[in-house]
């Protein structure tokens, strides 16, 4: 019962811990990346997370009619894009 509790605790201890999940984007954050895609031909998206290395956008809408998801480094310069199959 012991391990099972402390298990539990972990779990939520990790749930809660942000370096193990993307965090929501600030709005400043948000028009940079948002420019950014402009620039790289990209228009709506559907997420935009903040990582350790930078950002992260899911279902970016481009101009080949495709969806992407997009790495953004912390400049805001793109630095992989890859199909987005959801």
């Known amino acids: ?8 605790l972990v779990l939520l201890l990790l749930a809660g ?3 193990f999940r993307g965090e929501p984007a600030s ?3 948000i028009t940079k990346v948002v420019e950014a895609l402009r620039a790289a031909g990209c228009t709506a998206v559907r997420e935009i997370d903040v990582d350790r290395d930078g950002y992260e956008v899911e279902g970016a809408a481009c101009e080949d009619g495709k969806s992407y998801d997009i790495k953004l480094d912390k400049k805001f310069a793109v630095v992989s894009k890859r199909k987005d199959y959801l």
Not at 1 to 8: F, G, K, N, P, V
């Open 17 to 19: 811990c942000s370096k």
């Open 27 to 29: 709005l400043d954050d």
């Open 1 to 8: 019962m012991t391990s099972m509790r402390i298990s539990l």
